[in-house]
Nanobody
Framework: QVQLVESGGGLVQAGGSLRLSCAAS????????MGWFRQAPGKEREFVAA????????YYADSVKGRFTISRDNAKNTVYLQMNSLKPEDTAVYYC????????????????WGQGTQVTVSS
């Protein structure tokens, strides 16, 4: 069992930056691929970014490529999402997720989910 707790969300102006963190419980964090997803009001949850067990592979949605960076610190059981050049369309609840397989874009590839953190980007 893995419990995930996101933090770092908030209100920011367009063009600004935020760093989200996701702290995981348990001693097997390094055996999980980690992903970030987001869900805007009235829309389906969508993939944002993913990182492999060791951090050697990363994968991004086209909409955030070049602006967002995912990273992880296995010693701290934490995954991060650095978000730069934020746009109003990035406004959503952001969720982190843990998966035992490498299926980065698919919601079904993740076994555990956090409760989410709100990110609001004003124009």
């Amino acid at each position: 069992q893995v419990q995930l707790v996101e933090s770092g969300g908030g209100l920011v102006q367009a063009g600004g930056s935020l760093r989200l963190s996701c702290a995981a419980s348990g001693r097997t964090f390094s055996s999980y691929a980690m992903g970030w997803f987001r869900q805007a009001p009235g829309k389906e949850r969508e993939f944002v970014a993913a990182i492999s067990w060791s951090g050697g592979s990363t994968y991004y949605a086209d909409s955030v490529k070049g602006r967002f960076t995912i990273s992880r610190d296995n010693a701290k059981n934490t995954v991060y999402l650095q978000m730069n050049s934020l746009k109003p369309e990035d406004t959503a609840v952001y969720y982190c997720a843990a998966g035992s397989s490498w299926y980065p874009k698919g919601i079904s590839g993740y076994d555990y989910w956090g409760q989410g953190t709100q990110v609001t980007v004003s124009s």
